[in-house]
């Protein structure tokens, strides 16, 4: 059956099974607005941050070690990709992701109350005194965002190196083959294959450097500076031990803010981060328009390169084979150039 929740501003009924809370459903009523959540990258990088806070909080004596270990439990569900059907708020919501960082809350206060025998609902593991302690959106949030572009980031990162040793490998291979140059797309002077494809590694390669450069500072963590940067609610000792928890879980440097007013205040260390994953989209997209460009014909073109046929590529024209990998490339790059934009406009507000 469902159950009835309370809250500042009355009751509110949760429907049967459901593991959120109150704030999460009345964000749930008040935004139907795209039907996208959250991914899942950012749902378990969430719940490393409420796992590393919980345990810190347990070293301080702050919180009970039965309560640690059982938030503990309900963050390693979430990580594991347990539970995802239960974080219901839409991505376009209330400012700073207070409705977000109450449904994870709300969700993980309800796993740990059932892992102590209790139910959905019966707070024995309260969302705000005991998952959220210590805690605000306002450091919680931007954390979060912190930890999941690291994440992704180091995943991101290898693949990019592995296209660039392709070009490499490539480059070498074909490093005596004599091919006409082209400035303007006009004939120019001759180069070799070899020549063309180091440039593509070494763009590739410098792409990444350029991200590695960005993401240093997005390692910088603001857990406990609470409301807006001054610590209310956040005792000593519990931000570094935090920052230490996430760095050792996750085999990444995390630390803790040279300043954490500025990181409550300002978003521009997502600005770098993004621009830089801008450059190594630029940078395939220009790859993927040159091979797009050096594969047309193949009769009637330039016809200089031969795509691996993935796939037909006409509805009327059997045998018809188009360059549809480099396609598919520009449309993501051209997606991660508009995410650009939304981020650097976000930020400035």
Known sequence: MPRTERDALGDVTIPDGALWGAHAQRSHDNFPISGRLPRPEFLASAAHVKRAAAIAHGATGRLEQPIV?????????????????????????????????????????????????????????????????????????????????????????????ALADAFGKLARG???????????????????????????????????????????????LNLGATANGTGLNAEPGYPEAAARELSERLGLPFRPPRNRFRLTQSMGDFVFFSAALQVLAIELSRIASDLRLLSSGPHAGIGEVQLPAVQPGSSIMPGKVNPSIPEMVNMVALDVIGAHTTVSTASSN
């Not at 990580?79 to 960082?101: E, K, M, P």
């Not at 390669?205 to 390692?219: G, L, P, S």
């Open 174 to 220: 074909t490093d005596g083959i004599l091919k006409t140059g082209r400035t303007h797309l006009q004939d120019a002077v001759p180069i070799r294959y070899g020549q063309e494809f180091s440039g593509y590694e070494d763009a590739l390669r410098q792409a990444v450097e350029q991200a590695d450069a960005a993401i240093h500072y997005v390692y910088e």
């Open 69 to 161: 270990d059982a938030i503990i439990w309900a963050s390693e569900e979430v990580i594991a990709g347990r539970h995802l059907d239960q974080f219901i708020v839409d991505v376009y919501q209330a400012g700073a992701g207070t409705s977000f960082n109450m449904n994870m809350n709300e969700v993980l206060a309800s796993l740990a109350s059932m892992r102590l025998g209790g139910q959905p609902g019966d707070h024995e593991v309260s969302a705000h005194d005991h998952v959220n302690m210590g805690q605000s959106t306002n450091d919680i949030f931007p954390t979060t965002m912190r930890v999941a572009a690291a994440v992704l980031w180091s995943r991101t990162r290898g693949q990019a190196l």
